[in-house]
């Protein structure tokens, strides 16, 4: 049997499938976020600990280990000594301390001199702002550290004593997409030229290694590719949407258009001369969620209050920008937040959970649309879970769905250990949907009327947000 781990933010994730790709057994535990005046932080020795604990669960299939591959949240910094060891706690992608940071390249013309060079829009939770801001604050926790990791490269590490990062992690912010390797003028403009030294060596192609019981594992892309090689999206013009906390947009490209508005990234693949233009929203189902808490509605109740109300929620319409840290794809906004209009005492609460819904199916579109999807698209995350979604999803993007359940990211993780490997596996077979949702025609037609209505909406919103 072949293993992916996918250490999430939140959850620690180990799957088994079969040659055919089909799933024999998940393990699964929590981890914690140290949340605190914006600061996010996480515990690597609970992180790695819970990383053991899932591979031993797995133990009990019974079944010999072919292979491993590893998959887990990118961006933050994870400060380690030479053995691997944590200097101080993780700190998180959701971390918000650099924010003043972000602003101040803003307002100077950093932020947009990386994002030429590189095709990297920072955020206050990426690598390059959270070094910079520990270099001021906390350089003692720099001179501690061996290397600055990604979460996946420290477990790797752990594992298997080996010290690398892979192309995608590195693509933000630092790697020319050109050369796979750092770019020195982009750290020095980030005033860490001397911190050049903590920066984890790229290996391209991947890193492998063997866990200590002799299973070869590599050292895999990080979630959102990953999760766009278990979706089967690598040819050009493709698209993966993860509908998630937070919303993902990626789409297979072998181009690197580094005009128009700085916003995403690049990110290399493990296949030279392929990138996945990605548009990493903060909106996702956590506005949702906001909503069904403050109106008192149940998860499962979603599905029936969609077919209660009307395309269009009865003229309800939703910015569904909750975020506290504004957006960050497929446009910069630090100050945007989300707005309610054409409410009234006859609005409905399956109005408002319409609304928010179409929203951020909006916001997807925006996205994907901003990421050049020509191709199919695939769908992922907790959000598929909801059928009537989905084919709102469906009528609201004006396109066809190919719907990917399961363990997405491990999946990936495991075809990309096995192409790096050279170990042969059925791809179509591994990244089959579990179903496939069409528009209504005439549904579709209304919602691309109304996409137009709500990116006129957001223009006012953000030039308010501007003004705030």
């Given at each position: 049997?072949?293993?992916?781990?996918?250490?999430?933010?939140?959850?620690?994730?180990?799957?088994?499938?079969?040659?055919?790709?089909?799933?024999?057994?998940?393990?699964?535990?929590?981890?914690?976020?140290?949340?605190?005046?914006?600061?996010?932080?996480?515990?690597?020795?609970?992180?790695?600990?819970?990383?053991?604990?899932?591979?031993?669960?797995?133990?009990?299939?019974?079944?010999?280990?072919?292979?491993?591959?590893?998959?887990?949240?990118?961006?933050?910094?994870?400060?380690?000594?030479?053995?691997?060891?944590?200097?101080?706690?993780?700190?998180?992608?959701?971390?918000?301390?650099?924010?003043?940071?972000?602003?101040?390249?803003?307002?100077?013309?950093?932020?947009?001199?990386?994002?030429?060079?590189?095709?990297?829009?920072?955020?206050?939770?990426?690598?390059?702002?959270?070094?910079?801001?520990?270099?001021?604050?906390?350089?003692?926790?720099?001179?501690?550290?061996?290397?600055?990791?990604?979460?996946?490269?420290?477990?790797?590490?752990?594992?298997?004593?080996?010290?690398?990062?892979?192309?995608?992690?590195?693509?933000?912010?630092?790697?020319?997409?050109?050369?796979?390797?750092?770019?020195?003028?982009?750290?020095?403009?980030?005033?860490?030229?001397?911190?050049?030294g903590l920066l984890p060596p790229v290996?391209?192609?991947?890193?492998?290694?063997?866990?200590?019981?002799?299973?070869?594992?590599?050292?895999?892309?990080?979630?959102?590719?990953?999760?766009?090689?278990?979706?089967?999206?690598?040819?050009?013009?493709?698209?993966?949407?993860?509908?998630?906390?937070?919303?993902?947009?990626?789409?297979?490209?072998?181009?690197?258009?580094?005009?128009?508005?700085?916003?995403?990234?690049?990110?290399?693949?493990?296949?030279?001369?392929?990138?996945?233009?990605?548009?990493?929203?903060?909106?996702?189902?956590?506005?949702?969620?906001?909503?069904?808490?403050?109106?008192?509605?149940?998860?499962?109740?979603?599905?029936?209050?969609l077919a209660a109300t009307p395309p269009?929620?009865?003229?309800?319409?939703?910015?569904?920008?909750?975020?506290?840290?504004?957006?960050?794809?497929?446009?910069?906004?630090?100050?945007?937040?989300?707005?309610?209009?054409?409410?009234?005492?006859?609005?409905?609460?399956?109005?408002?959970?319409?609304?928010?819904?179409?929203?951020?199916?909006?916001?997807?579109?925006?996205?994907?649309?901003?990421?050049?999807?020509?191709?199919?698209?695939?769908?992922?995350?907790?959000?598929?879970?909801?059928?009537?979604?989905?084919?709102?999803?469906?009528?609201?993007?004006?396109?066809?769905?190919?719907?990917?359940?399961?363990?997405?990211?491990?999946?990936?993780?495991?075809?990309?250990?096995?192409?790096?490997?050279?170990?042969?596996?059925?791809?179509?077979?591994?990244?089959?949907?579990?179903?496939?949702?069409?528009?209504?025609?005439?549904?579709?037609?209304?919602?691309?009327?109304?996409?137009?209505?709500h990116l006129d909406r957001l223009a006012?919103?953000?030039?308010?947000?501007?003004?705030?």
């Amino acid at each position: 049997m072949f293993i992916g781990i996918d250490v999430g933010t939140s959850v620690v994730k180990a799957a088994a499938f079969d040659a055919s790709g089909a799933a024999l057994a998940v393990e699964s535990r929590p981890v914690a976020l140290d949340i605190r005046g914006g600061h996010v932080e996480q515990d690597m020795d609970e992180v790695y600990d819970a990383v053991v604990d899932v591979l031993g669960a797995l133990r009990t299939v019974g079944e010999e280990v072919a292979l491993v591959g590893l998959t887990g949240q990118g961006d933050g910094v994870w400060l380690v000594d030479e053995s691997g060891r944590p200097v101080r706690p993780a700190i998180s992608w959701m971390d918000g301390r650099a924010h003043e940071m972000v602003g101040e390249w803003l307002a100077s013309g950093v932020f947009e001199s990386v994002f030429r060079r590189t095709g990297s829009a920072m955020f206050p939770g990426c690598p390059g702002p959270v070094l910079a801001w520990l270099e001021q604050h906390e350089p003692q926790s720099l001179d501690a550290a061996a290397t600055a990791l990604y979460c996946k490269d420290m477990v790797f590490q752990r594992l298997t004593g080996l010290r690398a990062t892979d192309v995608s992690d590195a693509s933000m912010p630092f790697l020319d997409p050109h050369t796979r390797s750092y770019a020195p003028d982009v750290v020095d403009a980030l005033g860490l030229s001397h911190r050049s030294g903590l920066l984890p060596p790229v290996a391209d192609p991947l890193a492998t290694g063997t866990l200590p019981c002799g299973t070869p594992i590599a050292n895999g892309p990080y979630d959102l590719p990953a999760c766009a090689l278990g979706a089967g999206v690598t040819a050009p013009g493709d698209g993966l949407l993860i509908v998630g906390t937070c919303l993902a947009s990626l789409v297979a490209t072998r181009d690197v258009d580094l005009a128009g508005e700085p916003a995403g990234l690049y990110i290399s693949t493990d296949r030279p001369g392929d990138f996945l233009r990605a548009m990493p929203a903060m909106v996702g189902t956590a506005a949702l969620d906001w909503v069904l808490a403050t109106t008192g509605v149940r998860h499962t109740e979603v599905d029936a209050l969609l077919a209660a109300t009307p395309p269009g929620a009865h003229g309800v319409h939703v910015l569904p920008y909750f975020a506290p840290s504004g957006e960050r794809a497929p446009f910069v906004e630090p100050r945007l937040r989300a707005e309610l209009s054409g409410v009234s005492l006859e609005s409905t609460k399956a109005d408002l959970i319409r609304a928010t819904c179409e929203g951020i199916a909006f916001a997807a579109r925006h996205c994907l649309d901003a990421a050049g999807l020509t191709g199919t698209l695939a769908i992922c995350g907790g959000g598929t879970r909801s059928p009537a979604w989905m084919r709102l999803f469906a009528d609201a993007l004006g396109r066809e769905l190919r719907i990917v359940e399961g363990e997405v990211g491990a999946r990936g993780a495991v075809l990309a250990s096995a192409a790096r490997h050279g170990v042969e596996l059925d791809v179509a077979s591994w990244t089959a949907p579990t179903s496939v949702v069409a528009p209504d025609p005439e549904r579709a037609a209304y919602y691309a009327k109304a996409y137009e209505e709500h990116l006129d909406r957001l223009a006012a919103a953000r030039a308010r947000a501007r003004r705030t």
